[in-house]
Structures are given as C-alpha cells and as structure tokens.
C-alpha cells in the first residue's frame, strides 16, 4: 500500500506538472501508447474447439473502437490481400467498429458458406442494408421496400434466364450494330461527336486536311461506349439519350462505393463519399423522372413528350415496374430499387470488355487466333452503296451465333474468364443467423452468430498460391486438350475456381448476361479494328484500382492522342485486302500520353463498288484496311496528370 502511494506521489510531482506544461507532447504520448496496447491485446490466433472446428483468426488492430475501418477505408484491396497472405488457412476475421467480419478465400470454404440457407446465412439481410446506405432507401420505405423485394427478386431471376436471357442478349446485339462503327467519329465539334466520345473530352487538336488529331481518354471512350450501347437493351431508348451525362456520375458513386457501403457518415469529411453521394442523388432523381413518366405510360396517359420510345424498354424493366405497380411503391423506391439494377448490369460489364481488349491486343498471336475461331460465328460486312461517296453506309453485323461463341470458342471464353480473374471484381456477403460450420478436406471453421461473413473473389483470384504469376493475363491457363464427337483433337476450358459474383449486393445475378455481352463485344470490336503500340514495342502496365465490381487505371491517367492519317489507299485497287496501311510519324508530345493511330481512308473504293467509312472495315478478311495503335506511358513520379496540363503537340 505504501508503495502504491508513493507512485501516486510521484506522478503528482513528476508526471502530472510535465504534462501539464507540455499538452501536446501528453496527448501524442498517450494515444501511442494506447494504439499499441490496442494492437498487443487484441487480435486472437485460430483455436480448436471439442468438435474439431476452429474459430477463424482475428487480426489485431491499432484503432481503439473503429479496429480495422480506417485501413479498409483508405484502401480495402491493399489491406484485405495482406490479411489474406498472412492467414493462408483460407479464412480470417477483421473488426470493423463494433462488428466482427470473416472473410472466406479458400475456394472450397466459399462453398459451403454460399450453400447455406437463408435461415444461417442471409443474403436479403445485406442486400437490405446495401439499398440503404449505396442507393438511397431511406428508413421510411422499409416497409415498402420489405413487401415488394422478394417479388422483385424472383422477376429479376426470370428475366435473366433462359428464352428471355436469350432475347436480352438479341436486343443488346441490335444496339451493338447500330453503334459499333462510331466509337471515334473524329468530328471537330461537340455537336456533331458520339456522346461517349463527349464525355471522353474529345478534342480535335489538329485538322491539316490529311491528317486530323484527337486527344482523347481512351478507357473513358471505351467503358461510356459500352455502357451507352447496353443499356438501350435494358432501360430503353429514350433513357439513354435523354440522360447522356448520367455515366459520369455513375462512374463516380461506384469510385466510393466501399467507403458508402461501410457506413460512413454524410457529415465525414471524405471527399470520395461526398462526390459519390453528390452523383447517386443525380441517379435517383434521373430515374425518378424515368418511372415518374413511365408510368403514365402504362396507365395509358401522354407521357412528356421527350419520352416517345417506352416500347423499347426491356421486358425486364417492364415486369419490375408492374411489380412496382402492384405493390404501390412510391418513385422513390423504385428509383433505389432501378438505380441498384443499373448499377450491377453496367459497372462490371464496362469493366471486362475494357480491359479484355486492352489485354487481347498486346497478344497479336493469341488475337489472330481468336479471330480464326470466331470467323465461322460473326460475319461484318459493309452494304453495297448505291448512292455514291457523299453518302456513307456503315458496315453491318451481317451474322453473329451467340451461341456458337458460348460453345465452340475456348479461347475467346478464356479471355473473359481470365479478365474476370485480374480486373472482375466480385463481392457475396451473408448475415450469420446462427453459428455455421464450414468444412472441407483440410479444415473446419465455425463462423458465430451475430457476424458478417464475405467472400471476396478478388482474395481467391490473385492468390499467388492459388494461380501461377497470378498478376500476368494467361489465357492459356485455362485451355485443355480434348476430342469432339468426331474424335478430331480440340480443347476446351476449364474455369477451375474463377467464379462471377453471385448478385448478392444487389438481388441481381446478371452474371450470365454480362458473359454474353463481353463475348459480343469483344468479337465485334476485334473484326472491326486493329489495336498495336505506337511509337513504342513496350505496352503500357498502368496501376490498377480495384473495386467491388470493377478494376480502373489509376486516376484516370490514360488520355490518348488519335492520329488521322488520310490517302493511304488509292480508289479502285484491285485487291487491297493485303495492303499494308501507310504509316504516318509518330505524334511527339511534352506528356505521356496513350496514342492512337487511326488511319482514315477517304472513301476508297472496294472492287465490289462499296465505299469506306474512316475507322471499321468492311470483314475480317480487310482487318488491315486499317490501323488502329494504342500507346501508353505510366506518368514520372511527380508529374501532373494528363487531364491536368494542356496537351502541346510539338
């Protein structure tokens, strides 16, 4: 006891006065002090309990209270990979505030925690509670919302299978030819450009008659072409040209929807939430108006009269809204319920097409290859043009058998399922109703009642120990040898472990959907141009930023310089199917930039009389009509971005 006084004692003369003269020094001293007591006592190794389940490890943290939320907060890729490599039992657990989240990795145990009914293990809970903190369900139509999900899901479900997945997929291969030769129109004026091309902040920077310069953001241009095109098949005609600008402020609610969907505050001063929440207003309120004018349609009243074309939309929003309808749900609900579809058949879908083709063109052997296997299933033709060269008729998707690219393409299914590997995304969540055992050969891990529990395919796919040079495309590591029914040798693929999200977030399993479109797409894409580096045999390894759904160059820094070279084809050659394009200097510029060479050709006619538009070309077999090169440099530490500075060609 005397000695306990005597310490009290002695703080009082030493201590106490010290920190009372020196605040500052007091109080970074003690929250040191307190943030590695935190980490020394907290966090727990795996323990074995009576019946041979383990528990799953639970990290240590720093933060009193908050445990690992801020580290999740700043980046939950960088963050979760390390906890991954440090617990390779394919299972470990992390605090977030006040609640304990395990993170399932190891391909088997995913399984048997997907497997589980909704009583254990339930998706509805998440996908509740995603609604309102990422697409704006408020408390107030919880009981809306609550009366209608299950309908919803369950027509969602429908319309994303079988026939009608197959008449989804029709009319996305419709709007896909209506667009497919515009990606670039190298117009000089806004007016007169492709909103993706807008939107991508194409400018002309140079017009020398023989040659027209574009400076342009090439992963911008290729995921709003995308999004642009597939979402006619979806919401419908009117929806996507009356809301041109709506991508841009898709785009950036899906930059912040981790940090949303862990809850941070409106008030936090984050301006990635503040910017996403800005944007996921600007989504509700545009489909508001959406269902606001719809369903005047359906009552049979005079929608406004920009909205002409409701007969367009999908059967799939149509079904959705009569369940709407049914239920009375407000336009409120409706928009969250819409906004959350939009985003689920969008951000992922943009995402694999975008980088597939980015991959696909540094590969020029695997890329001949692919077209040699597609050529029997998708034939581009350009229409015979009867009214002369002041009138330009696109080439046409003549033929495309969806499910011949599906069944009889291996190396084209590889693509995707290799970019889905590297850039997919994918994220399943359940509620743990009560205590559940996941077991496989190895071990056996019990997940409590009352936690979260998650299976982040990201974790699984860039696993090292799991896929050889796990950070390099390899499309081969999928490919085996067979033989068909006629004994000839073939191959065929072998997804493994490489699964798509399962819809979790959002009720919507579109996983099949966004399969076809990648295998359209890209089949399209790569009869109508050519893509190679310019100026340098060296392709580009931008940074990559990985999201729930979706993988982005960091920071936007991919602008690119289009290059418009005319007269390198003379009218009436006999055969310039072979012809090598002619090659302009390459463009130097002050920046790194992503270049682009397209090489116009001005109206040259074919031997069948058919004239050329500049940019696709009229089959497989004239691929090299026309070059199209991409370039590009990471940017030099501490450089500006290129959207920052001026572009200053010399």
């Not at 342009?216 to 095109?229: C, G, H, N, Y």
């Amino acid at each position: 006891m005397d000695s306990l006084e005597a310490f009290r004692a002695h703080l009082n003369e030493t201590l106490i006065p010290h920190a009372q003269r020196y605040p500052l020094q007091a109080i970074l001293v003690t929250t040191i002090v307190l943030f590695i007591t935190t980490r020394l006592f907290t966090g727990s190794s795996s323990s074995l309990r009576k019946d041979g389940a383990k528990t799953p490890p639970l990290a240590p943290f720093w933060v009193p209270l908050f445990g690992h939320a801020p580290r999740i907060f700043l980046s939950p890729s960088f963050a979760l990979t390390r906890f991954r490599d440090r617990y390779p039992q394919g299972v470990f657990s992390i605090r977030l505030f006040q609640s304990i989240h395990s993170f399932v990795f190891r391909p088997s145990l995913a399984a048997r925690l997907l497997e589980q009914p909704e009583s254990v293990a339930d998706k509805e809970f998440v996908a509740r509670r995603i609604m309102m903190t990422n697409f704006g369900l408020s408390k107030k139509d919880l009981a809306a919302y609550d009366k209608a999900a299950a309908e919803v899901h369950e027509v969602t479900k429908k319309y994303l299978s079988d026939s009608h997945l197959d008449d989804l997929a029709k009319a996305t291969l419709r709007d896909l030819d209506d667009n497919a030769a515009d990606v670039v129109t190298f117009n000089s004026y806004s007016t007169d450009q492709m909103d993706w091309e807008r939107l991508a902040n194409a400018e002309l920077l140079e017009d020398m008659g023989d040659e027209k310069v574009m400076a342009i953001d090439f992963f911008e241009l290729m995921k709003t072409f995308v999004a642009r095109t597939a979402t006619i098949s979806v919401f419908g005609t009117d929806f996507v040209e009356i809301y041109p600008d709506i991508w841009p402020h898709l785009w950036i609610f899906n930059d912040a929807f981790h940090s949303l969907a862990m809850g941070v505050p409106v008030w936090a001063p984050f301006p990635g939430s503040q910017r996403a929440r800005i944007a996921l207003g600007r989504l509700l309120t545009f489909m508001r108006e959406f269902h606001d004018e719809l369903d005047k349609f359906l009552s049979d009243e005079e929608p406004a009269t920009k909205w002409q074309d409701f007969h367009t939309i999908s059967p799939l929003v149509r079904a959705r809204t009569e369940v709407y309808r049914k239920h009375g749900l407000s336009s409120d609900v409706r928009a969250a319920f819409d906004v959350a579809l939009l985003w689920s058949t969008t951000v992922n879908t943009t995402s694999l097409i975008s980088w597939s083709l980015f991959e696909l063109y540094q590969d020029p052997v695997l890329l001949s290859q692919i077209r040699e296997q597609i050529k029997s299933y998708v034939e581009v033709v350009q229409p015979k043009n009867d009214f002369g060269g002041a009138v330009w008729i696109p080439p046409q998707i003549k033929k495309l058998e969806l499910e011949g690219l599906l069944t009889k393409c291996p190396l084209l299914e590889g693509v995707y399922f290799e970019t889905l590997r590297l850039y997919g995304g994918g994220w399943s969540a359940r509620y743990v109703k009560e205590d559940v055992t996941l077991k496989d050969k190895e071990d056996s891990f019990i997940l409590k009642k009352g936690t979260f529990a998650h299976v982040i395919n990201d974790l699984h796919h860039s696993d090292p120990r799991s896929f050889t040079d796990a950070k390099i495309w390899q499309v081969g590591r999928y490919l085996e040898d067979a033989v068909d029914k006629k004994g000839a040798d073939t191959q065929k693929i072998n997804p493994y472990t490489i699964k798509a999200s399962d819809g979790t977030l959002t009720m919507c399993d579109d996983s099949a959907f966004t399969l076809r479109k990648v295998l359209m797409y890209i089949s399209v894409f790569i009869s109508l141009y050519d893509l190679e580096p310019a100026g340098s045999e060296r392709w580009p390894s931008p940074s990559i930023v990985k999201g729930v759904a979706s993988a982005q160059p960091w920071m936007d820094d991919t602008s690119c310089i289009v290059s418009f070279s005319q007269n390198c084809l003379h009218a009436n050659l006999p055969d310039f199917t072979h012809r090598k394009p002619c090659l302009s200097s390459p463009i130097e510029t002050d920046l790194n930039l992503m270049t682009l060479n397209l090489f116009h050709h001005p109206n040259p006619v074919s031997p069948s009389g058919a004239w050329f538009k500049p940019g696709p070309v009229s089959s497989i077999k004239n691929i090299h009509n026309i070059k199209k090169t991409a370039w590009r440099e990471d940017l030099s530490p501490g450089k500006a971005r290129t959207s920052d500075l001026p572009i200053v060609c010399k």
